[in-house]
């Protein structure tokens, strides 16, 4: 049945589509750009996900996200620091009071002291931190009054902490960051497609524009060709002064509207250079051609997939979710919390370094669980929970709310996609009639069978037709980009299958 739709339609519009787009000598001497090759749609929304200012910001804003979840996903890798003192030097003076001494003497100590610490630890998650802190430190001490000596130590320390009662903080900013890079994927997503929809918008109306500049010269120049036939007609005495004074009038009229289509073309292509992130100076044709194909969309299939699709509605439901972990986080923050830490140290000491290893020996084992009650606040956290439980509630009704609107959204855009397609073979069926009306008329007055005024009637139909025509091609295609916005599917995902 489509197939049969389609075949009855596109060669009534072919007829139109020719007649519009065959470009006068005049006209090419004053559209003509160096770039020989027009821009196609596609071209145009190549271009625009390439060089539009607003895209490349959104595509940024994404990878700030991307970064957001790799800070969040740190404390979860391997992770190794380490520090060094190399060396601490100190000298000391001091004059010493000795009662067995008839004089004070001076002391002089000299110190060198190396440092270093090695840290590694890594989170697993649902499981708990561990850590390993490697220390080490060799002194050279020299004195004029004391012995000197060197000494070499290490302590290596094992520690283990994890939250009992509650889910770790860090646990939950990695859920957070990781549903907040789903959110801006799928809003970067739907920017796109509002971006489609703006360069398919700019689109035709450039070529809106260049069709009714074709259509007002075929008009000038039926005006300009009943206008000379008038004037021989006069010129002989087979019409009154007064009909060829109407044809001139007409003509004038048509001259006039001509100079206007062509003024508002290069404003409109301004605004498709704007989007599109082209130099305002920039050479820039479109193609001419209208390419369409009529597709049976069903209504219901339409909701369906749009409500399945629609990156608004993941949205709202990650940012329900994203107020679950918000109430869970408030709730731990002003409830109970208990930390289990465990420790064991290992110390070696020795005058040189290869003592330490051999000399290890735990010096330490302890473990501790540490709880946090809260006791009276006055009804503070209990408002800090609610305002948490209020938001949650709210992202409820946010959810249905959007569900809503998007329904709303692809019934209208199917509505507007079938009007169109109405639209399309009723204007078709006028052009024909036009045309062939145009034909009598012509031929009417030709033989003095009519006057001029029945002449103007019949051509001024003709160029509302033509351009009604246009604009409903047209207006299926802005109509069909909509309904791509609407459900972000394509058309023919939203046939009713069987």
Do not use: W
């Amino acid at each position: 049945m489509r197939n049969l739709r389609i075949c009855h339609v596109v060669p009534l519009l072919s007829t139109v589509l020719l007649g519009l787009s065959a470009p006068t000598r005049a006209q090419i001497d004053t559209t003509a750009v160096p770039d020989p090759a027009p821009l196609s749609l596609a071209d145009c929304l190549e271009i625009a996900h390439t060089n539009n200012l607003g895209h490349r910001i959104d595509r940024a804003n994404l990878e700030s996200s991307r970064e957001q979840l790799r800070q969040a996903r740190a404390p979860f890798e391997f992770n190794a620091n380490a520090g060094f003192t190399l060396p601490s030097y100190s000298e000391r003076r001091d004059i010493v009071s000795n009662e067995a001494l008839l004089a004070r003497v001076r002391t002089e100590d000299t110190n060198f002291d190396y440092q270093g610490q090695i840290s590694l630890s890594q989170r697993v998650q649902n499981i708990g931190e561990f850590s390993v802190v490697g220390t080490g430190r060799r002194t050279d001490f020299s004195s004029n009054r004391r012995q000197d000596f060197r000494e070499s130590s290490g302590d290596l320390s094992f520690q283990y902490e994890q939250e009992i009662f509650t889910e770790p903080r860090e646990e939950l900013q990695l859920r957070q960051a990781e549903l907040r890079l789903s959110t801006d994927v799928g809003s970067l997503r739907r920017q796109q497609l509002q971006l489609e929809t703006r360069v398919t918008n700019s689109f035709y109306n450039l070529l809106q524009g260049i069709r009714q500049l074709q259509i007002q010269e075929q008009r000038l120049q039926q005006s300009q060709s009943a206008l000379d036939l008038a004037q021989r007609k006069f010129e002989i005495g087979l019409i009154a002064e007064v009909e060829a004074l109407r044809l001139e009038v007409d003509k004038l009229r048509a001259e006039a509207e001509f100079a206007e289509a062509g003024t508002s073309i290069e404003s409109r292509r301004d605004e498709l250079r704007q989007i599109l992130g082209l130099d305002m100076s920039a050479p820039l044709e479109v193609s001419t051609a209208v390419d369409y194909e009529l597709v049976a969309v069903d209504e219901k299939t339409a909701v369906a997939v749009g409500l399945a699709r629609r990156t608004d509605m993941e949205n709202v439901i990650i940012n329900r979710r994203l107020s679950e972990i918000g109430l869970q986080m408030t709730q731990q923050s002003v409830g109970p919390s208990a930390t289990l830490n465990a420790r064991v140290n290992l110390t070696g000491r020795g005058p040189d370094l290869g003592d330490v290893g051999s000399s290890l020996e735990r010096s330490l084992l302890s473990a501790s669980i540490r709880v946090d009650l809260p006791l009276v606040d006055g009804g503070q956290q209990r408002a800090i929970v609610r305002r948490a439980e209020i938001d949650l509630e709210r992202s409820d009704l946010n959810v249905e709310q959007v569900r809503q609107q998007v329904m709303l959204e692809i019934r209208g855009a199917v509505r507007s996609v079938q009007e169109a397609e109405r639209q399309i073979r009723l204007r078709n069926a006028a052009l024909e009639v036009a045309e062939r009306n145009f034909e009598v008329e012509q031929s009417r007055f030709e033989l003095g069978l009519a006057d001029s005024q029945e002449l103007l009637d019949a051509q001024t139909n003709l160029t509302q037709s033509r351009t009604d025509a246009l604009n409903a091609v047209v207006s299926y295609q802005r109509a069909m980009q909509s309904l791509r916005q609407a459900t972000m599917a394509s058309p023919h995902e939203l046939i009713a299958a069987g």
